[in-house]
């Protein structure tokens, strides 16, 4: 997962002496994150390699805070093998903020999720937070979402429906697959992963979207888009406030 940021990048592949990688980047918004943790309360904790950055981070201040919502198994056992408490989501009523990544994120603070295919928890956990503290390095800065293959958590059975409803809108859509099979996620269920798309009004997408029969989730995050994100770039990290 680590990979150089240009400018000071060598042809191999490996960041040039000096250059910071981008894995390194997403440890400094990891950390960063920390600022956004209100002593004594609980945190909503996404999913994905940033997010663990900030898993890690936190345990170094784990006796200040109660524990932790998780967004998935993974995170869920990460945050459990640091010694940080998880509660269910229905035992908590409001969170004050949320940390988590993003495979896009466009300067209104509208993102597209589920890289991870995590999605549906994340979108729950952020409902219920007051706060979206999106973390990311640069390269997930864009003009308009859709260069990254948008996630769809789907009922296996509307699979090939939707996947249609997406190529009548120009799309091209695939079932994501591991080890051969198509991938099921930690709620049982199908990810379609659509290429193609150019998604410039967010809200009127995922409302739409959201209601066809047969979609769990679908990967734009614009009802729960990011209030703050921090981007990490070479130069430090860079605060975007969307609110
Ligand atoms: C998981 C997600 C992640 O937040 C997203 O894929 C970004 O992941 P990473 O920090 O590994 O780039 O939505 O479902």
């Known amino acids: 997962m680590t990979a150089p940021v240009s400018p000071a990048s060598t042809s191999s592949g490996t960041p040039a002496a000096g250059a910071i990688s981008q894995d390194e980047l997403k440890a400094q918004v990891g950390r960063a994150a920390l600022a956004y943790v209100t002593p004594g309360e609980i945190v909503g904790v996404g999913t994905g390699s940033t997010v663990n950055k900030f898993i890690d981070a936190l345990a170094a201040i784990k006796d200040q805070i109660r524990g932790a919502v998780s967004s998935s198994v993974a995170s869920t056992e990460r945050l459990r093998a640091l010694g940080i408490a998880v509660f269910d989501s229905n035992e908590v009523e409001e969170l004050g903020v949320y940390i988590d990544g993003a495979d896009e994120i466009d300067h209104r603070g509208f993102m597209i999720k589920g890289g991870g295919a995590a999605l549906t928890r994340e979108k729950i956990v952020a409902a219920q937070s007051r706060r979206f503290v999106c973390i990311a390095d640069e390269s997930k800065l864009v003009q308009t979402l859709g260069a990254f293959p948008l996630p769809v958590e789907v009922i296996?059975?509307?699979?090939?429906?939707?996947?249609?409803?997406?190529?009548?809108?120009?799309?091209?859509?695939?079932?994501?697959?591991?080890?051969?099979?198509?991938?099921?996620?930690?709620?049982?269920?199908?990810?379609?992963?659509?290429?193609?798309?150019?998604?410039?009004?967010?809200?009127?997408?995922?409302?739409?979207?959201?209601?066809?029969?047969?979609?769990?989730?679908?990967?734009?995050?614009?009802?729960?888009?990011?209030?703050?994100?921090?981007?990490?770039?070479?130069?430090?990290?860079?605060?975007?406030?969307?609110?």
Do not use: Y
């Open 156 to 243: 296996p059975m509307a699979a090939r429906r939707v996947m249609r409803q997406f190529e009548a809108m120009g799309g091209v859509a695939q079932v994501r697959e591991k080890e051969g099979l198509p991938l099921v996620t930690d709620n049982g269920q199908h990810i379609v992963d659509v290429t193609g798309l150019r998604i410039s009004e967010p809200v009127a997408f995922e409302s739409e979207v959201s209601q066809w029969p047969g979609v769990v989730t679908v990967g734009v995050f614009a009802h729960q888009k990011a209030h703050v994100c921090l981007l990490g770039t070479p130069a430090g990290v860079r605060t975007l406030q969307f609110d």
